[in-house]
């Protein structure tokens, strides 16, 4: 976990995501996997610059395979934007940080 992302796991999964207020992007990831690494430090940025608006929480598959498998996530780093509960959008792989911001510029632009 960084300083501006969060650890969500199967348990707190609902609480933290679902019934979240903002949206949330949500990054699957797991520790052997090396594009995860690349992308985390760019998540932490936008989490850090935006967290008004979106929050990003961090799951690990490994350990997580409920939820997991709940949203069909087979390739990592999956990242799912959440909002009210419903997934609105899912980027795969380590996108570059200005596709990120693009990616996601309807739930964090004023």
Do not use: Q
Not at 64 to 75: F, Q
Not at 84 to 92: I, M, R, Y
């Amino acid at each position: 976990m960084g300083i501006n992302t969060k650890d969500t796991t199967d348990a707190t999964f609902e609480a933290d995501v679902l019934k979240n207020g903002k949206p949330v992007l949500v990054d699957f990831w797991a520790e052997w996997c090396g594009p995860c690494k690349a992308v985390a430090p760019v998540l932490e940025e936008i989490a850090g610059a935006h967290g008004g608006k979106i929050e990003v929480y961090k799951l690990d598959t490994d350990a997580n395979p409920g939820i997991t498998t709940r949203y069909g996530v087979t390739s990592i780093p999956t990242m799912n934007v959440y909002v009210n509960g419903e997934v609105v959008k899912t980027l795969v792989g380590a996108l570059p940080k200005p596709k990120l911001l693009r990616e996601l510029a309807d739930y964090i632009s004023e």
